[in-house]
């Protein structure tokens, strides 16, 4: 049974338009993070949440918003796309991982284009 | 420099071969180090955490050298389903938490 499920898992948006993409859990974890990846390229997060508290990292471009209604489910806003925003968008959760030492379980990913 | 930086590779191994991959990063203060595994536009999967002392799951070994601040993973008995992109992790402590900084990884191709 899938544990983080995303929605879509293929999207296709005009430049500037704004998407909504989605993450659901069945694992109950306080922890949620959205990464982007680029073809060969390593996966950058983008922000988390600690339960309701959200952490942007510092390089992620106002652009990216993100919100988490509840403890299942996570959604990642992307104002303004522009061809740049092309990418896999993973979704990830883990367990209260205040030393960074628990598992991340990473959903399927939505992959993005922008045309 | 990158945080964590690998060989991007590809090794391109026969079955049965064993291949090693290496992997450096920077902050000393790290204290968890994994290793996944991530197939063609899939998601990342978790391979094995790696401890200090070293330790091994069947065919698969890491080792951690803190004062290298090294990382390794060696396969032995490569089979063809091991084809994929190997990723290095390891947690940093910044701006009041823990993080996961991934590499970009390293590409292995089995061949019959």
């Known amino acids: 049974d899938a544990m983080v499920i995303q929605n879509p898992r293929y999207q296709v948006t005009q430049f500037g338009k704004p998407v909504t993409l989605s993450c659901s859990q069945t694992l109950n974890h306080n922890v949620m993070y959205w990464y982007q990846q680029k073809s060969s390229q390593a996966p950058k997060l983008l922000f988390h949440y600690y339960d309701k508290d959200f952490n942007n990292e510092a390089d992620t471009p106002d652009n990216f918003q993100s919100r988490r209604p509840n403890t299942s489910f996570c959604f990642l806003d992307i104002r303004s796309p522009g061809l740049g925003d092309a990418a896999m968008y993973l979704c990830?959760?883990?367990?209260?991982?205040?030393?960074?030492?628990?598992?991340?379980?990473f959903g399927p990913g939505t992959r993005l284009t922008v045309t | 420099r990158k945080e964590v930086e690998q060989d991007p590779g590809p090794f391109n191994v026969p079955e049965g071969a064993t291949v090693a991959f290496n992997c450096t990063y920077s902050n000393s203060a790290s204290q968890s180090f994994f290793w996944y595994r991530q197939d063609c536009r899939k998601e990342p999967k978790l391979l094995m955490s790696?401890?200090?002392s070293g330790n091994e799951d069947g065919r698969f070994t890491a080792q951690l050298n803190r004062a290298s601040q090294y990382i390794s993973l060696l396969i032995r008995d490569s089979k063809l389903s091991d084809s994929a992109t190997y990723l290095c992790v390891v947690n940093i402590y910044s701006g009041g938490y823990n993080k996961l900084i991934f590499g970009a990884g390293t590409r292995l191709a089995v061949h019959p």
């Open positions: 990830a959760t883990s367990r209260d991982g205040l030393a960074g030492e628990y598992e991340q379980y």
């Open positions: 790696v401890y200090s």
